[in-house]
Structures are given as structure tokens and as C-alpha cells.
């Protein structure tokens, strides 16, 4: 039997069962992990969230990442986004007062997924180097020397709690993620936001064997994509090099491919955010 003090996270068959006659899918077993230390250190930078109680849908009506489950999602996202809003008394209306945000996925180069921004602070340094001083975000009021300018904010998310990442992204303008996890906030950004997302990019493992080229995909674009909240950038031609890391003790060795960091042309990311930036600015303005 398992402590309650070990478990992590328990799935179990929802209230109504899964075969009904909305849903051509079956029941799930209950799935437990047990919290040993050699499964924490595996981990990794993962994000943990607790919940004491929370349903997810039934069926196809389900909040979960798979085409067979769409049907419904988008109610139940907007149903659990503006719960959490009101539980912490967050606001996401945007005013003509408030600054405009681009945030930017800080992941860990030693996280275990890879696929980390490799040249993430040259785009910081751009961004705040050139953005502000842009002409056509300036005709709106924002920029150097006035009172509202564009925030360029690196996000570390395991160093925010949940609140602190739910009232970041419900003010955040513009995204730019790696894929994963972290992607998943832009489900908590304001509407009329844009996510810039970048590939995931790997050489895949045929028999164990390495291969020699190299392939950048996007698994889960297509859960963005439907967020009516939101626009989605694929940033995979921004994409100038996969920077592969050192093999180290293998211990996250993935047995079907390798996974690598990204190295995006800075000049295609700025015109990226640029165009997203007076995209919102417009729309906030109405001109």
C-alpha cells in the first residue's frame, strides 16, 4: 500500500464511464507513481502541481492533448482558466495603461527533455536593445523615455509557484516556448495573445543506431491551435542549428532518438515578435 505522502499524482475512471455514447473511447485504468527518490531526481526540472480535487471531462469531452478528444475542450479550458482567475483574484482585461509583455521560456540546459532556446539571452539582448525604440510600437506610446515601454521578461517557471505563473502569463502579450510543458501556460494568457513556438528538434534511433540527420517537428502544436484565446507562430524557420549535448551518463537517454538545444536566427524571432507586439497593439487600440 502507498503512502498518500508518496503519491504525485493518482488517474483514475472519471465519474461516467468513458464508453458512453458521446465518446467511441475505453475506460483508463488508475495510474500511481510512488515518489522515491531515484524517480524525484529523474524528474528533473518538472513542474509539479497539486490538486485535492479536480475532474478533467469524460470522453471526448476531455481536456487532454489527442485529436479523439477536441470535441469540447475549448468550454472546459475557458471553464477551468476563469475558475482559477477568480480563485486568485486575477484580472485579464487589458487596458491602454498597462505594458505590453513578451515573455520568453528561460528552460535549464540541464533539463532532461532538451530543446532548450540555446542562444536565448542574444535574443533577450535584442529585443531590448531594438524593441523600444521602434517607430511604429512608439506612435502608440510605448517605448524609450516614456512612461509605458515593452517588458521583456526571461520566465524561469520552477522558480514561480502556480499563482505567480497563472498572474504572469494572464499578462502576457507575447510567448515565446519551447516545446513541452511550459508551453501549456499560453493556456492562462489574455485574449488576443500569440504564442511563438519553437520545434523540437532530434535525430532519431533506428535499432539503437544514431542516425546522421536530423528532423524538427511540432507533436503538440495542435493543442495551441485551437485556443481561440490565442495566436500560434511556428518559429521552426527560425531554426539555424541543434546544438546536441554531451552524452554524460546516459541516465535520460532516450532509447528512440536524441533530442537537442536550439539555435534560432535572432533577426527571424525579433521580426517574429515585432509583428506580434503591433498585431496586439492594434487590437488594443483599434488601429
Not at 51 to 80: N, Q, S
Amino acid at each position: 500500500m502507498v503512502d498518500s505522502k508518496q503519491l504525485l499524482y493518482r488517474v483514475e475512471t472519471g465519474p461516467c464511464p468513458l464508453d458512453d455514447k458521446f465518446s467511441k473511447n475505453h475506460k483508463r485504468r488508475t495510474q500511481m507513481v510512488e515518489a522515491t527518490p531515484d524517480f524525484i531526481e529523474k524528474m528533473g526540472d518538472t513542474v509539479q502541481m497539486c490538486f485535492k480535487k479536480v475532474i478533467l471531462g469524460v470522453g471526448d469531452r476531455a481536456m487532454v492533448p489527442y485529436r479523439e478528444f477536441t470535441k469540447m475542450r475549448e468550454l472546459t479550458l475557458k471553464g477551468v482558466r476563469n475558475i482559477i482567475y477568480s480563485n486568485f483574484g486575477i484580472r485579464t482585461a487589458k487596458t491602454k495603461n498597462d505594458p505590453i509583455i513578451v515573455a520568453l521560456h528561460d528552460k535549464p540546459a540541464s533539463g532532461r527533455h532538451a530543446n532548450a532556446i540555446f542562444n536565448l539571452k542574444d535574443i533577450v539582448d535584442m529585443l531590448k536593445a531594438k524593441l523600444n525604440k521602434e517607430n511604429r510600437i512608439i506612435m502608440y506610446g510605448y517605448g524609450e523615455g516614456l512612461d509605458k515601454q515593452i517588458q521583456i521578461v526571461p520566465v524561469k517557471l520552477e522558480k514561480l509557484n502556480f499563482i505567480e505563473q497563472v498572474e504572469l502569463f494572464s499578462k502576457a502579450d507575447v510567448y515565446i516556448s519551447t516545446i513541452g510543458s511550459g508551453s501549456f501556460y499560453s493556456t492562462f494568457m489574455p485574449d488576443d495573445s500569440f504564442l511563438l513556438y519553437s520545434p523540437e528538434c532530434y535525430k532519431p534511433r533506428i535499432d539503437g543506431v544514431l542516425q546522421k540527420d536530423t528532423f524538427c517537428t511540432q507533436p503538440i502544436i495542435h493543442y495551441h491551435t485551437t485556443l481561440s484565446h490565442l495566436s500560434v507562430k511556428d518559429l521552426k524557420v527560425a531554426v539555424k542549428d541543434c546544438k546536441f549535448r554531451d552524452k554524460g551518463d546516459g541516465k535520460y537517454k532516450d532509447p528512440l532518438k536524441e533530442a537537442c538545444d536550439l539555435l534560432l536566427d535572432v533577426d527571424i524571432v525579433y521580426k517574429e515578435v515585432l509583428h506580434s507586439v503591433l498585431s496586439r497593439l492594434r487590437r488594443l487600440y483599434g488601429f
